[in-house]
């Protein structure tokens, strides 16, 4: 699914109505109708609303929806806040129809306000302002926008919160957005609601289709994307029926310090469930006892140190290497870990210790290989490009540190993002929040080092690797709940996120 920008957003409504061809109002009658339906699921007509519209589109839609339910029986009172004068055309066309019917309703409020009670037992419309945004409310919005916060109603929003921009809320003053408790969001979601900073304006998010043109849709070159399931079993290779081991691809794992053989466990086991066909893990002899036992399956490659890997090895006859999981950050270990990577011959994922040694030896970023996988969390991305204030920041940086590498950079968090080579980026839509867990990097470093050795071009390994870690880690929620999911659980469950991708991928 593409994600576009508010001006992408405003092209692909306008044709829309040019191809389709829909006149404008009929296009927001349609939007309305969308978003009354899913008020109606929530909010029985009981539920007195109180709609405040704002004087441009998403006034318009609001003034839609309340003449709807007033329809539907709803006790609705509006306010239309017209205090420069000027309406957009289908905001004034959809306040005629409204007063024509309803005009005991209607407040149009040019000057003064006197606020309505809002109570615990109403809904507010929200349709001040929608996606056109382009800078942070003042004045008397943002007044009326802290007076709707600080009640106890509950608030839906029409397309986005009012105040919230689709984009880049930098230097948005926060306390003049809109909190809502439903975010009724139309066609696709925005860039904004992606980013974790933004959930306690967004509140649940529903994305309801209101039939834009498919091919205006298809003509617009986004430059994010949010992965669905059936791109993602479309994804999915077919194991060839005569298949043997080293069809399967071979995969190295550094990974493993004395104290931190678990995550080495953790990416060794991963990286098995992910269908790999051989795999060698590198790591100090002390780790050798309790890989042996967890991971029976994997060749271990035994580093002359007892505690921590500091000698590289050849990688001839490796697909894919993983390098990172637990192995520290000793200056021996710091050392091995770049010349691992410059002796590397296989494509790379850089991961966890990896990624913390290279942030404290930037000059070796520009040693990395063409094609290399990076895959931080939020803080190893700011020890490495420098501290960011908010999610799309750090955004704009992974994605400029993926062009000047050349490769990818996997930003983890709830829509881990993969940022590709060219400038465009893939957010994921699986994973929950009891993912947030030690270890589930590793499970992740296994993924996709497996996938890459089987011989999936790097960009599908990625996208697809982390569709399966969240939708493992989805499937594990669902049985255990997310207080206790573990990283092992993601591990355990992998297999079910093949079998449910493959089964997909069947029915298409």
Not at 19 to 37: C, Q
Not at 94 to 106: A, C, D, I, M, P
Not at 189 to 195: H, I, R, T, Y
Not at 235 to 263: E, I, Q, S, T, W
């Amino acid at each position: 699914m593409k994600i576009f920008t508010g001006n992408q957003i405003h092209d692909l409504d306008q044709y829309t109505i040019d191809n389709e061809p829909i006149k404008s109002i009929d296009l927001m009658e349609r939007a309305a109708r969308a978003m009354t339906a899913a008020i109606e699921e929530q909010w029985g007509q009981q539920t007195p609303v109180t709609v405040f519209a704002g004087p441009g589109n998403n006034g318009g839609d609001a003034l839609a929806v309340a003449r709807l339910l007033l329809e539907k029986q709803y006790e609705v009172q509006t306010y239309i806040f017209n205090v420069n004068g000027k309406l957009s055309a289908d905001c004034h066309t959809n306040l005629k129809r409204l007063r024509e019917k309803w005009g005991r309703t209607v407040n149009e409020v040019v000057q003064e306000f006197d606020p309505p009670q809002l109570g615990a037992d109403m809904l507010v419309v929200d349709g001040l302002f929608g996606s056109g945004l382009n800078k942070p409310l003042a004045g008397g919005f943002a007044t009326l926008v802290k007076y709707i916060n600080a009640s106890e109603a509950q608030v839906v929003s029409l397309d986005m919160p009012s105040g919230l921009m689709t984009e880049d809320n930098t230097y948005n003053v926060r306390p003049n957005i809109i909190r809502a408790t439903l975010t009724l969001t139309l066609q696709q979601p925005k860039l904004a609601m992606l980013f974790a900073e933004n959930q306690e304006y967004l509140g649940r998010v529903r994305t309801l289709d209101i039939h834009l043109s498919q091919q205006g849709i298809d003509s617009i070159d986004a430059q994010y994307t949010l992965t669905d399931n059936m791109q993602m079993a479309q994804m999915l290779r077919p194991r060839n029926r005569f298949a043997h081991k080293g069809d399967m691809g071979h995969a190295m794992l550094v990974a493993g310090c004395y104290g931190m053989a678990g995550a080495a466990v953790l990416a060794a086991k991963a990286c098995l469930r992910a269908g790999v066909g051989k795999l060698t893990v590198v790591t100090p002899r002390q780790n050798v006892g309790i890989l042996q036992t967890t991971v029976p399956e994997a060749v271990l490659r035994i580093d002359r140190d007892e505690t921590a890997f500091c000698e590289a090895v050849g990688t001839d006859g490796y697909n894919a290497i993983g390098i990172g999981p637990g192995l520290g950050t000793q200056e021996q270990t710091a050392v091995a870990t770049i010349a691992q990577i410059r002796r590397s011959t296989a494509p790379i994922v850089v991961d966890a210790d990896a990624l913390n040694i290279l942030s404290t030896h930037l000059s070796w970023l520009q040693q990395l290989p063409h094609g290399v996988v990076l895959t931080p969390h939020p803080k190893e991305l700011d020890r490495i490009e420098g501290h960011c204030t908010n999610s799309y920041e750090r955004l704009t940086k992974a994605k400029l540190l993926a062009e000047r590498l050349s490769g990818y950079v996997i930003l983890k968090g709830h829509h881990t993002a993969t940022c590709l080579p060219d400038g465009h980026v893939v957010f994921n839509s699986t994973g929950n929040a009891g993912m947030a867990t030690a270890g589930s990097g590793d499970v992740l470093t296994g993924i996709l080092t497996a996938l890459i050795a089987r011989g999936y071009n790097t960009a599908d390994a990625c996208v697809l690797g982390v569709y399966l870690h969240g939708l493992a880690g989805d499937m594990a929620a669902r049985e255990l709940g997310e207080e206790s999911l573990t990283a092992s659980d993601i591990v355990r469950y992998l297999p079910k996120a093949f079998l449910s991708l493959m089964e997909q991928k069947h029915k298409a």
